[in-house]
């Protein structure tokens, strides 16, 4: 009997069945579809209602004031707002998919609502020229619009989220469409917004690039309305003579053809999912299939079709249904006369109650389908809306389980799990009527957002932990909602009422709860919440937005990150007085370090500030002296002598404050040198007119000095910076072989027995490649083994044997030979000598 009475509700449409359940009745109250406009999004979502003023209606007790008011499926007011926009009257409206409001006024402006019946800023216009042809109708998809104005232009937003109006393509024609349709960019070849337009017989396809026409006669216009399936990949058509056409969107064939008994077009015009379409008359609501008679419907109250995935949910002054066609499994089972696996089972469900053997006469007929059977009954309870008939039909389902070895286990657990959620959402008190297949589509991620957005938080983070979800978001979206409506709270009482939800979520993000608080202008909320972020990436932006620098600057010294601590310096550097930064700095050596490394390659005076405000005046010094150098790498210092005065002063600041402090007398003798230095340096560019001299050491001065022959200057030099006589000697020695003054450098050598000896006197000679000059203080080298090693190099090996053995060196013999080991009398020579030392004892 069970299954007569649920099959008893169903209507036969050529072999498939369609059942049209009530959802709700509706709770609302002096609601008349016939004079509102509405506006009902998918997925089992909101109902708009607006009261349309192209109508003239009877006021009772309402006020004259139009309200735009929002409801659930169920009728449940969500919101209501005042409609006083300017621009004309409202054309259309619709919702988009993530449950924004668009509407759209004559002028083309788009405003745009939340669920809470907010207003959206900014609005947005469709342009000029729409502005001055004025919209008539609106023509919306999942995310985007088409408008249609008085001359027949078209203009689209492709993307609601963008907002970017465009001019579609201008189709020539005189009249208005007779309707249009749009094919959404998801499911168009180039990816943009095509739309369909009836136009006396024909058809065009339009877009931004240009205008297209149908070819072939098989749509016989003109075409008084247009519907595209959900899928994109089917056009229901309704013509002049009272035909129902069903082609592909190609138009490449009919797949239905049905003459109704009207030519007058339906005022709605509609797919259920893609099994039937549907037509709505004044009071009547037909439902055509391929094949077969199709199925009536009576109503003597206004109907709104709001098509789904799977089926179309229909809206009266007094209730939601759901019309779909019945799912296999369901006919299945509940089909009248039905002896399928599945239709036994639920049978042996009822026989098991009532403690009948039937039960098991039952199973037995089934045993090898037992698993297919289960399987049914899961998935007709899945589709079921009845939750007496959902336990039932799982019972049955695991009745059958238990007698199944291979059946997975966990099929109904999931099932289980997915009703408990569709069942709490359907609640009237909630009032989403979501079906098992649009659940799928729509994942539960998007259903928990809906739910946050419309303030069920509570049941957004039950079903987060039915779902092993996070519910981070959840409780995120929670403490915001809770900070802005709770303006009466004071700040310590609303932060213990936070802190205990936020608690029980680790890992959650304390700082944009806090960056909303400082949003809604409680600053020290704000504060207070950010003190509990764990994360220093995230608290050190936010205090600083909230102008708590000083509690920035220790958070991020204390985490480490200097990154962080740049971030701090950076903006009190541009906030506070340099003398304030510079305190706050100050006792943080990571602060300090930063500061300092940066402006060393940067901000050379504000550091010289910083050194000077903290007394550290050999800093300044230093910094000055860098400086110096600096005026040294510019260009023009090697053209002239400008920019030398300018090094000099700056040397000498450095070495005054070198001075002022006892530990950098080294530093400060230093720079008076330098500057000295610097000084003669300068006079000698001067008098030689030649720019070589600044810059180099000491020692390249004095060399240069005698190179150029000015050796009154290099004495002045030597004796300026206590130039020692043997540093002088091969100071000179070596400039005068430089410049080859042979005779000079004998004369010098004569002056005074050099305090260094002749040996660097031979050395430059040889180096010069002057043997001769050589051999002039070879002789007068005091030691044997360097007058050995002297004859040695200028090639006179008998000199360097005699030489050698005065020495008595066997070891020094040994590298001689090596030396001359291509002239064999110099070898015979040096093993002669060798041998004789050995022979005297002598290693």
């Not at 199925?295 to 709001?306: H, K």
Request: charged share 25%; hydrophobic share 45%.
């Amino acid at each position: 009997m069970a299954n007569v009475s649920v099959a008893a509700e169903w209507q036969l449409l050529y072999n498939r069945y369609y059942r049209k359940p009530e959802l709700y009745p509706m709770k609302w109250k002096h609601v008349d579809l016939s004079i509102n406009k509405v506006a009902c999004a998918p997925f089992g979502g909101p109902v708009a209602v607006i009261r349309d003023d192209s109508k003239i209606v009877q006021l009772y007790a309402e006020s004259a004031l139009r309200k735009l008011r929002i409801f659930s499926s169920s009728g449940v007011l969500i919101s209501e707002t005042v409609w006083k926009h300017p621009g004309g009257r409202l054309v259309g409206l619709s919702w988009t998919d993530d449950q924004t409001l668009v509407c759209i006024v004559q002028d083309g402006t788009v405003f745009r609502y939340n669920i809470h019946a907010e207003l959206i800023e900014p609005n947005v216009s469709l342009g000029k020229e729409c502005f001055e042809q004025n919209v008539v109708e609106c023509v919306f998809w999942a995310n985007g619009v088409v408008c249609l104005t008085e001359v027949g232009s078209m203009f689209c937003i492709p993307d609601f989220k963008v907002m970017r109006p465009c001019k579609l393509a201008d189709t020539g024609a005189e009249d208005l469409p007779h309707s249009t349709a749009v094919i959404e960019p998801q499911y168009t070849v180039s990816g943009n917004v095509e739309v369909l337009v009836a136009v006396g017989d024909g058809i065009l396809i339009v877009d931004e690039d240009g205008v297209q026409q149908v070819e072939g006669n098989l749509v016989e216009g003109p075409v008084q309305k247009m519907v595209i399936s959900w899928d994109g990949k089917y056009l229901a058509l309704f013509t002049h003579d009272g035909r129902i056409l069903v082609t592909d969107i190609n138009f490449k064939g009919v797949l239905l053809e049905y003459s109704c008994e009207s030519a007058l077009p339906p005022e709605q015009l509609s797919w259920c999912g893609l099994d039937s379409v549907l037509l709505y008359w004044d009071d009547m609501l037909l439902m055509v299939g391929p094949h077969g008679d199709p199925v009536r419907y009576f109503y003597d109250e206004p109907v709104v079709l709001i098509p789904e995935c799977d089926a179309v949910r229909i809206l009266t002054n007094s209730s939601m249904e759901f019309l779909q066609r019945v799912p296999d499994s369901t006919v299945s089972i509940f089909k009248i006369g039905s002896t399928s696996p599945a239709a036994l089972l639920y049978d042996a469900l009822d026989h098991f109650d009532r403690q009948s053997a039937k039960a098991d006469e039952n199973l037995r007929l089934i045993r090898l389908s037992l698993p297919e059977a289960v399987e049914f009954c899961i998935d007709a309870a899945g589709h079921e809306f009845d939750v007496s008939r959902q336990r039932t039909l799982l019972r049955a389902a695991s009745y059958g389980q238990a007698f199944c070895s291979n059946f997975q286990r966990d099929r109904i657990q999931e099932i289980c799990k997915t009703l408990r959620v569709l069942n709490a959402v359907r609640d009237p008190e909630i009032g989403i009527p979501l079906s098992i297949k649009q659940y799928k589509l729509l994942t539960p991620a998007v259903l928990i957002s809906r739910l946050i957005n419309a303030h069920r938080h509570l049941l957004a983070l039950e079903i987060s932990k039915h779902l092993g979800m996070s519910q981070e978001v959840v409780i995120m979206h929670w403490a915001c909602s809770k900070i802005t409506a709770s303006l009466a709270i004071q700040d310590a009482s609303l932060l213990e009422i936070l802190l205990e939800k936020l608690k029980k979520c680790k890992g959650i993000s304390y700082a944009a709860v806090a960056a909303h608080a400082d949003k809604s202008g409680r600053r020290k909320l704000a504060a207070m919440l950010i003190e509990h972020e764990p994360r220093s990436s995230k608290q050190v932006p936010l205090l600083l937005s909230i102008a708590e620098e000083d509690t920035a600057l220790v958070k991020a010294t204390e985490s480490g990150d200097p990154d962080l601590v740049y971030l701090v310096l950076f903006h009190i550097w541009q906030k506070r007085p340099a003398l304030e930064f510079f305190g706050m700095i100050q006792a943080r050596p990571l602060a300090r370090d930063l500061f300092i490394s940066f402006a060393r390659c940067y901000k050379h005076e504000f550091l010289k500030d910083f050194f000077l405000s903290t007394g550290e005046l050999q800093e300044v010094g230093f910094l000055l002296w860098k400086e110096s150098w600096e005026i040294e790498k510019n260009p023009m210092a090697s053209k002239g002598t400008p920019l030398h005065g300018p090094r000099i002063k700056l040397i000498e600041k450095a070495q005054q404050l070198f001075a002022e402090t006892k530990e950098h007398t080294f530093e400060s003798k230093a720079a008076e040198e330098h500057a000295k230095l610097l000084r003669i340096q300068h006079d000698l560019e001067v008098s030689t007119k030649q720019a070589i001299f600044v810059d180099s050491s000491i020692s390249d001065t004095i060399r240069t000095c005698i190179v150029l022959g000015n050796h009154r200057a290099a004495m002045k030099v030597k004796t300026e910076f206590k130039v020692s006589e043997k540093r002088w000697y091969w100071l000179k020695v070596f400039a005068l072989a430089t410049i080859r003054d042979w005779d000079a450098l004998e004369k010098f050598s004569k002056e005074k027995r050099p305090p260094i000896g002749y040996r660097p006197f031979v050395e430059a000679c040889i180096d010069a490649d002057e043997k001769a000059e050589a051999l002039k203080y070879i002789p007068k080298l005091a030691d044997p083994r360097e007058r050995a090693e002297a004859f040695a190099r200028i090639g006179m090996a008998k000199e360097a044997a005699d030489a050698a053995s005065q020495a008595k060196d066997g070891e020094l013999l040994g590298r001689l030979k090596l030396t001359f080991a291509q002239n064999a009398a110099a070898s015979s020579l040096f093993d002669t000598l060798r041998d004789r030392l050995s022979f005297q004892g002598v290693s």
